[in-house]
T-cell receptor, first 109, second 115 residues
């Protein structure tokens, strides 16, 4: 079966760095997405990786290793507004998005 | 300018009723989706439409029926509502149905509560 694993919840301190991991087992691979979802709101796109390596976008970076079925989202200089759920999703060989359950990130002052 | 809009935002109804949720996108995208997000926060794909053709249909009950009058609209009709249908339903759209970069844009969600 297809599976996306991420930690359920993480806690970090304002101004610090946090890494959210995602491992996947899917039928084929056509890219990995990270989305941010604030409570009561819709998911919004953060990043897309299809080749191995690190993609940097401001305070957020996303890394992919296809051979290991592994990705992480790195958030730097954490702000209170970064408190949200972070969803990992993989596009399989049928171009369907398979979603993880999300990681709830709690930022403390 | 709203990219993907849904109505209503909140829907409270009794078991056994029939209800519809509307979705519209003004992005000119070819594909639209319906997702269900339950209390455990799993996003589950229900349907997608590409140019008015159903291309994904997960094993959802046939009480759920998507209706697409045109490329910009994908409505969700639910018959004989059950308690387990309570969830947040998200509409989304994307430019291409397959291949390469395929960012999906989500609507604000419809919180359905069945009493």
């Amino acid at each position: 079966g297809q599976n996306i694993d991420q930690p359920t919840e993480m806690t970090a301190t304002e101004g610090a760095i946090v890494q959210i991991n995602c491992t996947y087992q899917t039928s084929g691979f056509n890219g990995l997405f990270w989305y941010q979802q604030h409570a009561g709101e819709a998911p919004t796109f953060l990043s897309y990786n299809v080749l191995d390596g690190l993609e940097e976008k401001g305070r957020f970076s996303s890394f992919l290793s296809r051979s290991k079925g592994y990705s992480y989202l790195l958030l730097k200089e954490l702000q209170m507004k970064d408190s949200a759920s972070y969803l990992c999703a993989v596009m399989d060989s049928n171009y369907q998005l398979i979603w993880g359950a999300g990681t709830k990130l709690i930022i403390k002052p | 300018d709203t990219a993907v809009s849904q109505t209503p935002k909140y829907l409270v109804t009794q078991m056994g009723n029939d209800k519809s949720i509307k979705c519209e996108q003004n992005l000119g995208h070819d594909t639209m989706y319906w997702y269900k997000q339950d209390s455990k926060k799993f996003l589950k794909i229900m349907f997608s439409y590409n140019n008015k053709e159903l291309i994904i249909n997960e094993t959802v009950p046939n009480r759920f029926s998507p209706k697409s009058p045109d490329k910009a609209h994908l409505n969700l009709h639910i018959n004989s509502l059950e308690l387990g249908d309570s969830a947040v339903y998200f509409c989304a759209s994307s430019q291409v149905p397959s291949g390469g970069y395929n960012e999906q844009f989500f609507g604000p969600g419809t919180r359905l509560t069945v009493l």
